[in-house]
């Protein structure tokens, strides 16, 4: 079994948001997938360990942003390296409360999606969540959604130890 | 609800294979993904349309390959848009048998995947299967698996009816 096999799956970069009982919070994810075409259903995996989980259990919403190619380094690290138990991660970050009220964020965004939790999957260490999207729309069409492939070889990305593909060295 | 946000979502390119009773086919996959570190499980969605899903639920088990940037249309297209039920797929395609008695893809191939189905998620048109990947090694490491973007962009790829991302136009 070669370890370094798993880096030549590919993925999208993407912030999880949610939010319940007044509080709100956010995540980047890489494992973001259409799973249906008809009804439009997403599957999203969580870490149980993250804050976002908590809210996305509470409210059984969510929120997704595709984060566009050119977003900084800052603008990531700031939403995935820590938690939203200790920080407000929306501060100086461009979000929008949506009718369902959830936070979406919309600062380096190429698209945002929303989505009322259907199903789930316990995988032991995180929660695959099935989502019908309500409602999305495009924020900058012009942009690629960057890659997970991008992020690691253009802007020197870090996978934090939270997620679905954190290899141990 | 603008359904082309749907095409911001990133995803890579992929071979399915299965053999079950003597018979044994492939199909292309968008939808793969890793799911948890430890152990490592992967996630893929297969139409319950298809003939690999057939063997998938009868073996348990199927491999994943990652299909390189330079993949011929003719390749993609051969193994993507016609029925294993009809038509051998692996004639003139390499491929070799693996010890779990699987038939496991290496042209055009950066990296190799082996998994025991552990666990599924009826999706309706579509069944998510996890996972336990048993072997994986890389097969090209100077070469990028192909993302589903590219296929579009670049190869002018069109989208088979049981995608899970198929858009009815």
């Known amino acids: 079994m070669d370890i370094n096999a798993l880096k030549k799956i590919q993925y999208g970069m993407y912030i999880i ?5 007044g509080k709100m919070s956010a995540q980047i994810a890489n494992t973001v997938f259409q799973m249906t075409a008809d009804p439009v259903q997403f599957a999203v995996s969580i870490s149980k360990q993250n804050f976002t989980y908590e809210l996305m259990e509470k409210s ?22 820590k938690s939203g138990r200790n920080i407000n991660k ?3 970050v461009k979000y929008e409360i949506s009718a369902a009220g ?12 929303e989505a ?4 789930k999957l316990d995988m ?9 999207v309500t409602d999305m729309k495009i924020i900058d069409d012009s942009k690629n959604t960057m ?3 991008y992020y690691h070889k253009v802007k020197g990305g870090l ?11």
Chains 1, 2 share one sequence.
């Open 124 to 132: 032991d260490t995180h929660v695959l969540f099935i989502g019908k």
């Open 116 to 119: 009322e939790i259907t199903n």
């Open 159 to 169: 996978t934090a130890k939270n997620a679905p593909t954190y290899v141990k060295r």
């Open 102 to 113: 959830i936070p979406v964020v919309s600062d380096f965004a190429t698209a945002v999606y």
């Open 147 to 149: 890659t997970y492939d």
């Open 60 to 81: 059984g919403k969510f929120a997704v942003t595709a984060i566009s190619e050119d977003a900084t380094f800052e603008f990531i690290g700031k939403l995935g390296f």
């Open 17 to 21: 948001s949610s939010a319940a009982e």
């Open 90 to 92: 929306f501060e100086k």
